[in-house]
């Protein structure tokens, strides 16, 4: 994935971290868009996730590392299927 | 949702953090493609994620449960992306 969008989604998510207002939420919704225009799989968002929490909060229990490893592993097939939307919307151009 | 899911989930999701083997991912795994069919969308795997780990791991600290809520933000538009897949399926049909 590309460095940039990483950088991006670190600072996105510390700014929720930080107040999680509204407009904090907004902006998030707002990037999850751009991330999926760029065919970037729902696995990757949660493992980009799990890296930004580690570099902001290192310092968390093993337990929270583990159950981000599960949530990548529950995502890849919904990553298969968005891949199928993408399959579907180029048969009908 | 549907508690039955939930607490399969939670099952599930309890067994790999105790193991954390190949052959717990395999479960998720086999589990995920239920809950695509089943159509539950991925900010409800999120959601349910996230309740299952408080009833777990009730004391982890409050940023755990904030970045649990970005997550589940950033899934939305995911969810609706998955939802186009759906209807591009049916107009197939």
Chains 1, 2 share one sequence.
Request: no cysteine; net charge negative; glycine share 4%.
């Amino acid at each position: 994935m590309v460095q940039e969008i990483e950088n991006q989604y670190k600072e996105i998510l510390n700014e929720y971290m930080k107040k999680q207002t509204e407009q904090n939420l907004y902006v998030g919704q707002n990037f999850s868009r751009q991330l999926i225009l760029e065919n970037i799989a729902p696995e990757d968002v949660i493992s980009m996730h799990k890296v930004a929490i580690q570099e902001l909060y290192g310092e968390l229990p093993d337990v929270v590392w583990h159950s981000f490893d599960f949530l990548i592993e529950m995502m890849i097939n919904y990553g298969l299927a968005l891949q199928e939307r993408q399959s579907l919307l180029k048969q009908q151009e």
